[in-house]
Every structure is written in C-alpha cells, then in structure tokens.
C-alpha cells in the first residue's frame, strides 16, 4: 500500500497534539536533498527540520528530547519520512 509523502503541515500538527509546544516551527528542506538517500525525487517529504520549544523537554538530555520527536512522528516513516533534524529547547522562564 502507497501512503502520500508526509508534509510540513502534518507534522507539524501531530507535535502540537503530542509535545504541545509553546513555539513550533517544521520546515521541509527535502529539495536541498536530491539524490540523497531517502529522497523520493519528488523534492518534498522526505527530510525535514524541526525547531520546537516545549515544557516536555524539561529535565530531559538532548538525546531523550529527540527521542520524544521521533516518536512523536515515527507512523510518517512509513510514509517517506527520511530524515529530521530537531533542535529542541525548554522554555527560557
């Protein structure tokens, strides 16, 4: 079974319902990959990045908050979903 190519939109709308974050941003950079591995020659939906601010990642290492991510977003990987970069913040007070 084809599932269509993830997008930024939906990712970024399964973090808000998981992480609730106080600041979000996913932007897919899958044209700056083509001809890399994972990428689907369409030019999006294969590699992304995600800054993202949450109170989820309070207490947590660097690895633990990016673990949070992916899991957060692990049923587009069947989709296509390639490659994330995260950079992932706990709110400044």
Known sequence: MTHPAPTAA???QRLQQVLQPSQLEVVDESAQHHGHAGA???GFGTHFR???TA???AGKSLVARHRLV???LQDFMVQGLHALAI???TPTV
């Open 10 to 12: 939906l990712l970024q």
């Open 50 to 52: 995600v800054r993202i």
């Open 70 to 72: 992916y899991d957060a």
């Open 55 to 57: 109170g989820a990642f």
């Open 87 to 89: 950079e992932a913040q």
């Open 40 to 42: 689907n020659g369409t």
